[in-house]
Nanobody
């Protein structure tokens, strides 16, 4: 049974920091690219950060570059999102996503249940 379980969300003041974690199980974590998405109220879900299967390549949305850092520990089957200098517009539900496309174009796409991040004074 595939599971992605996010944790670490909460209420933080502007300028503060949070570290999200996503614990994976039920699939071969080390061969999947991992992503963090977020969805603000009334808005579409957006991609925030991605990391390659081995962790050597990362990409970020322009809105979080320089403030957020994605990382992974393949020995612990866990992906992280360190969020610094948080702004009210970072508020939303943050989702962990595992994605893989095989050579034969089979697509695997798994989602966590989400964790709420609220940035407010």
């Amino acid at each position: 049974q595939v599971q992605l379980v996010e944790s670490g969300g909460g209420l933080v003041q502007p300028g503060g920091s949070l570290r999200l974690s996503c614990a994976a199980s039920g699939f071969t974590f080390r061969i999947y690219a991992m992503n963090w998405y977020r969805q603000a109220p009334g808005k579409e879900r957006e991609l925030v950060a991605t990391i390659s299967s081995a962790g050597g390549t990362t990409n970020y949305a322009d809105s979080v570059k320089g403030r957020f850092t994605i990382s992974r520990d393949n020995a612990k089957n866990t992906v992280y999102l360190q969020m610094n200098s948080l702004k009210p517009e970072d508020t939303g539900v943050y989702y962990c996503n595992a994605k893989r496309i095989t050579i034969g174009n089979l697509r695997y796409d798994y989602w966590g249940q989400g964790t709420q991040v609220t940035v407010s004074s």
